[in-house]
């Protein structure tokens, strides 16, 4: 499958699993042509999750929200990344553990720019500042006033700390995640197989 992560293959198995047990309609379920399942797995996107949406340096979204969902994150980053440098995009909305978070996220980040969405629901990003500066170190810890700002100066210090091995991502809301995507043009890519 073209996603990253070991859940989502775990995903696509209990996916195959459930459609194999209704098309069997209380029968013994039967297994589906290979060809079939070759083919709808090798096509299936999953926009948001873990989803590239630039290179060079190259821009990830993923819409992990919670503490669990970032534990799935930073499992695949590990697993299908090499970045020398990853520097995050983070805003949280009001009503989710920004703690837990970015607590989660940083082991993985050399850096994290703090941003709000436009959601009315977002943490404003000086108020997310504070809970990462306590948990990543003042130096580890910029914010910007608005996604676009917080996505150009993440690229920047990707770019200038390494110009080979750099990596951003946009997490923390499916609202940022949504915003980057638009941002990026990431729709109008879809097809392409190559991020912009």
């Known amino acids: 499958m073209p996603l990253y992560g070991a859940h989502q293959a775990h995903n696509a198995l209990l996916a195959l699993a459930a459609v194999e047990a209704l098309l069997a309609d209380g029968a013994e379920p039967q297994a589906l042509a290979a060809d079939a399942v070759e083919a709808g797995f090798g096509a299936v996107t999953s926009p948001g999750r873990l989803e590239a949406v630039r290179t060079s340096p190259m821009v990830l979204v993923d819409a992990a929200h919670n503490p ?10 590990e697993e299908s990344f090499t970045f020398q440098t990853l520097v995050g995009v983070v805003g949280v909305l009001a009503d989710k553990d920004a703690e837990g978070i970015l607590a989660g996220l940083e082991p993985v ?5 703090v941003t709000s969405s436009q959601s009315p629901r977002a943490i404003p990003a000086d108020d997310l500042a504070e809970i990462a500066i306590d948990l990543f170190g003042e130096d580890r ?5 608005s996604l676009p700002d917080a996505i150009d100066e993440a690229v920047q210090r990707a770019e200038r700390d390494h110009d080979m ?5 946009a997490v923390g809301s499916v609202t ?7 941002l990026m043009r990431a729709d109008e890519r879809k097809g392409t197989g190559q991020a912009r």
């Open 68 to 77: 669990a969902g970032i534990d799935a994150l930073v499992e695949a980053l």
């Open 109 to 113: 980040l050399d850096h994290v720019v």
């Open 141 to 145: 810890v910029t914010v910007a006033a």
């Open 165 to 169: 091995g750099a990596g951003v991502i």
């Open 176 to 182: 940022v995640v949504a915003e980057t995507r638009i």
